[in-house]
């Protein structure tokens, strides 16, 4: 009995030595090791001009010394924005950051003016850090081709031209992307609310 109570122990051992290992490195990787930088460190956003849901002009430099979270949307969108907003709503309230800047770029400036958007962010309760932004088409393309990079498809921004992405993209102080994540995918925004935070941590450091 004795030595079956051994062998028990030691298998258990055996078993429990490795989860241990990967526990702690998972801790210790989510917990210190810094984001990537992605499209390469020296990539950067480009500048822009663009009007929000008060009519109020914002560029890049009003992102100064802020953290970004970015995604496309359209306002008539019945399926993957309305999640996407949802889950913007959850980073807004939960990631506890007072730097932190929320931008959803309209895929649609034909339909989506300025009084659209004012509707839309009235109908989503959207407001305080988070701007819904409008203007020039091939601006708002060109922006999300070769700065945000939410996709690989090539396009001039013209009439037939149409982007969709459930993507959200996390920008740091410096306008380089740090992370994309699916945003109505709920697990994957509890991600981005942690990186945000540690963005905020890496910043102080």
Not at 52 to 75: C, E
Not at 85 to 111: C, H
Request: hydrophobic share 40%; with cysteine; net charge positive.
């Amino acid at each position: 009995m004795q030595r079956n109570a051994s062998v028990w122990l030691f298998v258990a051992v055996v078993l429990l030595v490795p989860f241990t290992v990967f526990g702690i490195y998972s801790w210790y990787h989510s917990r210190f090791q810094p984001l990537p930088f992605l499209g390469g460190k020296g990539h950067i956003l480009a500048n822009f001009q663009l009007q929000d849901q008060s009519g109020t002009t914002i560029t890049l430099q009003d992102w100064n010394g802020k953290i970004v979270v970015a995604n496309y949307f359209f306002t008539h969108c019945p399926s993957i924005c309305p999640k996407m907003m949802y889950q913007l709503k959850r980073v807004q309230a939960y990631a506890g950051i007072k730097n932190l800047q929320l931008a959803s770029f309209t895929v649609d400036p034909e339909r989506d003016s300025v009084k659209r958007l004012q509707d839309y962010a009235t109908r989503f309760e959207i407001k305080g850090n988070w701007r819904l932004l409008t203007g020039d088409k091939k601006q708002l393309y060109r922006l999300a081709r070769n700065s945000f990079m939410i996709t690989a498809t090539d396009g001039d921004g013209g009439p037939d031209d149409f982007i969709h992405s459930d993507k959200l993209v996390l920008v740091d102080t410096q306008k380089r992307i740090r992370g994309f994540y699916n945003g109505t995918d709920e697990v994957q925004v509890n991600q981005l609310i942690k990186d945000i935070k540690k963005l905020a941590e890496e910043r102080t450091k």
